[in-house]
C-alpha cells in the first residue's frame, strides 16, 4: 500500500488499476508471550488511564489494503499460492499495460506476464549479518542485495539494476530489511517513472543516475575503528536495571496512576516533544540504530499517539492533549537519515520533523561538531534529498546555518544565522518554515535577542530542554523538547515524568550523581 501511495502522488501519469496480494501464513507468538502481553498490556494502560492500542495484524492489514482498494476503484485480488490463470485473468480483464511486483525472484519466475509492455519485478535478499562487536572497522563482504529485473510474455526475466547495501556494525535483520524495502520502492518508483514516460530503454541509466545522486555513502569508514570496540551506539540504557526497578515501583504508585486518571478526566494528558539526531547503524556518539529506534517508535505506537510537530505546537498552545501525546524530532540533518529515518517513517507510518543546519545542507560536508572530535564520515544531507523526502511525513524546520551558539548577543550575527537559515530553506525547498530549534538549546544558548528574532521569523521555536527546567521571562515564549531515550524501560519512565520525580525529592546522593553523570553524557553529545 505505502507503494501504491508513492507511485500515485510521485509518478501521476500513472493510473493504478488493481492490487493482487500474495498472502502466506504468518507463525504466531505463543500462547505464553501471548498472555503475558495481554497483561503487560492491561497494566500500563490502567496506569496510563488510556487504552493500549491492540496493534495491527496481518489480517487487519490485508482488509485495510482491500477497504483502500475500494475507496480509490482499484481491482483487489487476493491470493495464497501462484494460480496463473486466476491472476492472468484479473491482469487481462484490466487491459494493463505494465505489472510491477514487490516479491522473491522465485515467485517472479511463475508470475504470469500478461501486460502489454511487461512486467517489472523487485526483490530483496538478505543474508544474516555478523554479530555486533565483530570484524568492526573492516569492510564485511555480506550485504542486503536489491535487485530489479524486467520480463515480457515470452523472455525470461532480465536484471536491469542489481545492488547491495553493506552491513554496519548495529545492523540487525530488520534494520536492513526496512532500508531495502524503501530502497527497492524508490527504485521501482524511478523505473515505472520511465515506462510512464514512455522511454523503456532509458529504465537502467536512469536508475543508476537517482542511486548516484541520492543515496548516502554508508561504506565510508569511520574515523577510528578501535573506538568503535564495545560501542552501542547511543542505544544502552543510561541508569543500572537496580535503579530501573526502583523506579518502577514509583511508576506503579497510587501518585502516577491518579494523577494520570484525572488528567483523563479534565481532558488534558501532556503533550511531550522529543529530539534525537542520528539513525545510524555505524558507530557515532550521537547515533542509534534502525532497529533500535524502530522498537522503541513501535512502544509509542502502541501506548501513545504520536502526531505531527504542528498538531503537537496546537495541541500544547489549547492546554493539552485528550490523549497521551508524543511527537519526534531529529536536529542537524544528517545525511544517512535520508535513508534510515525515511525508511522507518514511511515503514511504520509516522509524521517527523528535522531540523536543518542550511550552510552544511548547502554544501553537503560533515558538521563541525563531529569534525573537531576527528569524526569525517557523517555529512549532511543535500538540498535534492530534502525535495526528494518531502512528503506528509516529513516537515523541515531550521537549525541556524552553522549549527550557531545562539548565547551570542551580536545581533547582526544573530539576524545572519537565523533569518538567513529561514530564507534558505525557503528558497531551496519552496516552503517557508514554520519551525526553528535552537541548537545546543540551553538557557545560555538562548540570548535575548536571538529570542526575539526567532519570535518574529517562526511561528514557534524549540529548546532542548524540558519545560519544568525553563525559567520565567523570554524562556517562556520557548516551546521545550526533552532527549528521546531509545530504551524503552527508561522511555516510559521518562514520559511518566519519574525522573523529575526523582529529582526533586532528592532521594539520595547517589541519585543526583546519576542525574549528574545522565547530563555529562548529554552534554559530551551536544
Known amino acids: 500500500m505505502n507503494f501504491a501511495r508513492r507511485l500515485s502522488c510521485e509518478v501521476p501519469e500513472v493510473q493504478i488499476l488493481g492490487i493482487a496480494l500474495f498472502s502466506s501464513r504468518q507463525s504466531k507468538p505463543t500462547l505464553f508471550s501471548r498472555i503475558l502481553n495481554r497483561i503487560t498490556d492491561a497494566l500500563i494502560g490502567f496506569i496510563h488511564a488510556f487504552p493500549v492500542s491492540s496493534g495491527k495484524s496481518s489480517e487487519s492489514e490485508r482488509d485495510d489494503l482491500e477497504r483502500e482498494c475500494r475507496s480509490k476503484q482499484w481491482s483487489f485480488l487476493e491470493v495464497n499460492k501462484i494460480d496463473a490463470e486466476g491472476i492472468a485473468r484479473f491482469f487481462r480483464g484490466e487491459q494493463v499495460d505494465l505489472t510491477v511486483m514487490l516479491g522473491s525472484s522465485e515467485l ?37 542485495d536489491v535487485e530489479i529485473e524486467e520480463r515480457s510474455e515470452k523472455a525470461a526475466p532480465t536484471v536491469l539494476i542489481r545492488g547491495s547495501i553493506p552491513f554496519q556494525p548495529f545492523d540487525t535483520l530488520e534494520g536492513q530489511a526496512l532500508k531495502a524495502d524503501l530502497i527497492l520502492n524508490d527504485l521501482l518508483i524511478q523505473a515505472t517513472s520511465c515506462f510512464a514516460a514512455g522511454k523503456p530503454a532509458a529504465v537502467k541509466q536512469a536508475v543508476q543516475r537517482w542511486i548516484a545522486e541520492m543515496l548516502p555513502l554508508q561504506n565510508e569508514p569511520s574515523a577510528d575503528p578501535t573506538s568503535l570496540l564495545g560501542s552501542s ?5 543510561i541508569r543500572p536495571v537496580w535503579k530501573l526497578c526502583i523506579y518502577t515501583l514509583i511508576l506503579l504508585s497510587p501518585y502516577i496512576v491518579a494523577r494520570n486518571w484525572y488528567r483523563r478526566l479534565r481532558g488534558r494528558f501532556p503533550v511531550t516533544i522529543f529530539f534525537h539526531h542520528l539513525v545510524s547503524d555505524r558507530p557515532h556518539r550521537m547515533g542509534v540504530p534502525t532497529a533500535a529506534i524502530c522498537k522503541a517508535i513501535a ?9 505531527s510537530l504542528s498538531e503537537a505546537v496546537a495541541l500544547i498552545r489549547s492546554g493539552g492533549a485528550k490523549v497521551p501525546t508524543v511527537a519526534l524530532t531529529f536536529d542537524d540533518g544528517y545525511e544517512e537519515n535520508f535513508l534510515t529515518l525515511r525508511a522507518i517513517t514511511e515503514a511504520m507510518g509516522i509524521p517527523v520533523t528535522s531540523f536543518l543546519c542550511t550552510d552544511f545542507v548547502e554544501q553537503q560536508s560533515s558538521f563541525l561538531h563531529d569534525y573537531k572530535l576527528g569524526e569525517k564520515s557523517f555529512h549532511a544531507m543535500s538540498w535534492e534529498q530534502a525535495r526528494y523526502w518531502q512528503s506528509d511525513m516529513i516537515e523541515f524546520g531550521a537549525h541556524t546555518r552553522t549549527h550557531f551558539d545562539c548565547g551570542s548577543i551580536d545581533r547582526s550575527l544573530l539576524k545572519q544565522e537565523i533569518v538567513g537559515s529561514a530564507e534558505m530553506l525557503a528558497r531551496c525547498l519552496g516552503r517557508t518554515p514554520r519551525f526553528f530549534a535552537f541548537p545546543y538549546g540551553k538557557h545560555e544558548n538562548m540570548s535575548a535577542d536571538a529570542i ?40 516510559e519512565l521518562a514520559l511518566q515524568s519519574v525522573f ?14 546519576t542525574e549528574q553523570s545522565t547530563e555529562k553524557k548529554w552534554d559530551s553529545y551536544l
Open 108 to 144: 517472479l519466475q511463475e508470475f504470469p506476464c500478461a501486460s502489454r509492455l511487461g512486467l517489472l519485478g523487485g526483490s530483496v535478499i538478505i543474508q544474516p549479518p555478523l554479530p555486533v562487536g565483530r570484524n568492526l572497522g573492516c569492510q564485511d563482504d555480506r550485504a542486503v
Open 233 to 237: 551506539n547511543g542505544h544502552s540504557r
Open 299 to 307: 512502544f509509542l505506537q502502541k501506548h501513545y499517539r504520536i502526531v
Open 452 to 491: 526575539q528574532i526567532a519570535s518574529s521569523t517562526f511561528e514557534s521555536s524549540f529548546s532542548a530542554q524540558t519545560e519544568n527546567d525553563r525559567q520565567n521571562g523570554n524562556d517562556a515564549k520557548i516551546i521545550g523538547r526533552t532527549d528521546l531515550p531509545v530504551d524503552r524501560w527508561e522511555l
Open 500 to 513: 523529575e520525580i526523582v529529582s526533586h525529592l532528592n532521594f539520595s546522593s547517589t541519585t543526583k550523581e
